[in-house]
């Protein structure tokens, strides 16, 4: 919920009051494939872009393409939405709002390395 910095000389004694921020809403994130379907068991890893704001979390899609993050809505946020046989998704907001949805292409990532050269 919150992270602060705190230096206390050695041997010391530091009184600190800590006020924790209100709750914060549900995000629906909702992927989709192409033509607008929803996309069943797609991976979705959801990071706060606010180093005072710890969030991270990894959910997998119902059904229905979606997922709701629990207190997540205002906050910066990076979310990568990925599922084997599609592209990866990833979008970077600055306050997260109710809804967003993400859109994967068919394709996959290759790595490789070039051994040779013809001319």
């Known amino acids: 919920m919150l992270r602060r910095e705190l230096e206390v000389p050695e041997a010391g004694l530091t009184n600190l009051k800590l006020t924790l921020p209100a709750p914060r809403q549900a995000v ?9 379907q929803p996309l069943d068991a797609a991976q979705v890893l959801v990071m706060s872009t606010d180093a005072g704001t710890p969030l991270r979390r990894t959910l997998f899609t119902a059904p229905d393409g979606g997922v709701s993050v629990e207190d997540a ?41 070039v051994t040779a050269v013809r001319i």
């Open 28 to 36: 629906r994130v909702t992927v989709l494939d192409e033509r607008d």
């Open 73 to 113: 809505r205002g906050l910066g946020l990076r979310i990568v939405a990925e599922a084997p046989g599609w592209i990866q998704a990833v979008a970077v907001v600055q306050s997260a709002p109710e809804e967003l949805k993400l859109r994967l292409e068919r394709g996959t990532a290759v790595s490789g390395r």
